[in-house]
Nanobody, 121 residues
Framework: QVQLVESGGGLVQAGGSLSLSCAAS????????MGWFRQAPGKEREFVAA????????DYADSVKGRFTISRDNAKNTLYLQMNNLKPEDTAVYYC??????????????WGQGTQVTVSS
């Protein structure tokens, strides 16, 4: 059982930046593909970014490509999401997830509790 705890959310103006972190409870973290997803009120959970266990492949939703960067530090059991040039439409609860097949939320085995990101215009 992997426990995931997100941090770093908050309120920021459009054009600003935020950095999210996701701390994992297990050393086996390095064997999991990891992903970031988000869910806005009234909308389905959507894929944001993912990174393979090997740290050699990343994938991004078109809506965040060029603005967000996913990374991981397997020595620290931590996943990161650097978000730059934020837009009001990025407002959502952001979740990290472990063990999945990159883009599909249903393929992930473990989820964090989420952290709120609010971007004001």
């Amino acid at each position: 059982q992997v426990q995931l705890v997100e941090s770093g959310g908050g309120l920021v103006q459009a054009g600003g930046s935020l950095s999210l972190s996701c701390a994992a409870s297990e050393r086996s973290f390095s064997r999991y593909n990891m992903g970031w997803f988000r869910q806005a009120p009234g909308k389905e959970r959507e894929f944001v970014a993912a990174i393979r266990w090997s740290n050699r492949y990343t994938d991004y939703a078109d809506s965040v490509k060029g603005r967000f960067t996913i990374s991981r530090d397997n020595a620290k059991n931590t996943l990161y999401l650097q978000m730059n040039n934020l837009k009001p439409e990025d407002t959502a609860v952001y979740y990290c997830a472990a063990g999945g097949g990159l883009r599909s939320p249903s393929s992930y085995d473990y989820w964090g509790q989420g952290t709120q990101v609010t971007v004001s215009s």
